[in-house]
C-alpha cells in the first residue's frame, strides 16, 4: 500500500513552521537547526524524520509534497493528536491561535488597526475591558493585532497617551509583546508614559513597572549609541533610586536580570576602571550560577540571552564569553551543537528573551 502524501499550502507551512519556533524556542533556520529537530523528535519518542527531508520542508521548500508521516509526526510534537487534528484546527474559521500569518499578511486592514488609526478610542477600550477574562492565547493574539497596527499607524504615540494605564495594554501590549527592535514609530514614547517611579516602596509591582520601563529604555539608548540619553536613564536607575536586594529577588526575573546586567553597561559608559567592570562581571556570573541551580529551563534562557547581550556589546574580554557559556551548558544541549563553538552573539537567537521575536520575526 503507497504512502500517503500531503501537499501544503503557504499559510500551513507558515503556520506548522511558527508553532515549532514557539515549542523550540527557536526559529528553524538552516541545516543545523534541522539536525536539533530531527534528534530532539527521536529522543523525545515522537519518531524519526531525517535532517534532508526536515531542510527540504522548512529551508528549500519548492512544493514537495511531504508525506503524511513526516507531518504526523511534527503534529504530534507541537501538541496535536493527529495530522488531520492540525489541518482542521488552524484552517477552521473559530481559529483564534495563528502564529505568524494571522494578520500579518492580510490585503485588508483591521478593523483594529481603522480604531487607531482614526482615534476611535471609546470602542477600544469597551473592547479591551471586555477580553480581561479570556484565555492568555486569545489576549496574545490581540495584542499581535494591536502591534501589528501600530506598526501601520501615523501616530502611535497618541494611542499610547489614550492606553498607558490600560490593563490589558500594559500587560499584554507593552509588557508581553514588547519589541526589543523598537520597530514601531516613537516606540520609546510609550515606555516614558509607563509608569517609572517607585511610588510606593511597600509595593513591588511599582518596582517592577520602574525596573522593566528604565531597562528597556536604557537598553535602547544604549545600543543605538545615545550615549546622553543613555547615562540620563542610568543615573536614575543605579545612582538616584536605592533598591533593596531582598526586594529585586521577588519580583519577576525578567526586570531584575536587566537592572544586574545593564548595569555592567553603565559602568561602561561612566568610565569605570577596567577592574571595577571585571569585578562586576565576575559578580554576573556568579549570579548566573545560582540561576541555573534554583530556577527552570525558561528562566535560565532569559537570564543567558540577557547576559550574554551584554557581555557582546561589552569591552570583556572573549574569556567571559566562554565562562558565560560554560554556566549554560545544559542549555546549550538543546540548541543546534555548532553554536556553543561559536562566538557568543551566534548563540542569541536560540536562547531569545521576548516572545514577540518569535511571532514577529525581525527578518520576516
Known amino acids: 500500500m503507497p504512502k500517503t502524501r500531503f501537499a501544503l499550502n503557504t499559510y500551513t507551512l507558515l503556520e506548522l513552521k511558527s508553532q515549532l519556533a514557539l515549542k523550540l524556542f527557536f526559529v528553524v533556520s538552516n541545516k543545523s537547526d534541522c539536525q536539533k529537530l530531527s534528534e530532539i523528535l527521536l529522543k523525545e519518542g515522537f519518531g524519526s524524520i ?31 493528536d493527529s495530522w488531520e487534528n492540525f489541518i482542521d484546527t488552524v484552517e477552521s474559521n473559530s481559529y483564534n491561535d495563528g502564529i505568524i500569518m ?26 479591551f475591558n471586555s477580553i480581561q477574562n479570556k484565555e492568555h492565547s486569545y ?35 507593552l509588557e508581553d509583546a514588547f519589541d526589543p527592535a523598537f520597530r514601531i514609530k516613537n516606540y520609546e514614547y510609550a515606555y516614558k508614559l509607563y509608569p517609572n517611579e517607585i511610588k510606593n516602596n511597600d509595593s513591588l509591582e511599582s518596582l517592577q513597572d520602574f525596573l522593566f520601563s528604565q531597562s528597556v529604555l ?28 531582598e526586594d529585586l529577588e521577588k519580583i ?7 537592572f544586574k546586567a545593564y548595569k555592567l553597561w553603565f ?19 556568579e549570579y ?15 537570564v543567558f540571552h540577557t547576559v550574554a547581550e551584554v557581555f557582546c556589546y561589552s569591552s570583556l574580554s572573549l574569556n567571559y564569553h566562554l565562562e558565560l557559556k560554560n ?38
Open 50 to 80: 531525517s535532517v534532508t527531508t526536515l531542510y527540504r520542508l522548512f529551508i528549500n521548500y519548492n512544493g514537495a509534497v511531504p508525506y503524511k508521516n513526516t507531518l504526523t509526526v511534527l503534529a504530534r510534537f507541537i501538541g496535536y
Open 102 to 127: 494571522k494578520k500579518r499578511n492580510q490585503e485588508n486592514d483591521s478593523l483594529l488597526f481603522h480604531c487607531i488609526e482614526n482615534e476611535s478610542y471609546k470602542p477600544l477600550w469597551d473592547f
Open 139 to 173: 489576549k496574545v493574539n490581540v495584542a499581535l493585532d494591536v502591534y501589528d497596527s501600530l506598526l501601520k499607524t501615523k501616530k502611535p504615540e497618541l494611542f499610547f497617551e489614550e492606553f498607558i494605564q490600560n490593563k490589558f495594554v500594559k500587560e499584554y501590549v
Open 218 to 245: 536604557f537598553r535602547y539608548y544604549f545600543i543605538t549609541k545615545n550615549i546622553p540619553e543613555a547615562l540620563q536613564i542610568g543615573k536614575k536607575t543605579y545612582v538616584s533610586t536605592t533598591i533593596n536586594s
Open 252 to 258: 519577576f526575573i525578567f526586570p531584575t536580570i536587566r
Open 267 to 285: 559602568l561602561e559608559i561612566t568610565k569605570k576602571t577596567k577592574e571595577e567592570i571585571e569585578e562586576y562581571a565576575n559578580e554576573l556570573l
Open 288 to 302: 548566573c550560577k545560582i540561576i541555573t541551580i534554583t530556577h527552570d529551563s525558561d528562566f535560565k534562557k532569559i
Open 327 to 364: 554556566i549554560f551548558k545544559e542549555e546549550f544541549s538543546k540548541i543546534p551543537k555548532n553554536v556553543f563553538d561559536k562566538p557568543l552573539q551566534y548563540a542569541l537567537p536560540y536562547f531569545s528573551a521576548n516572545g514577540l521575536l518569535l511571532y514577529r520575526p525581525i527578518n520576516l
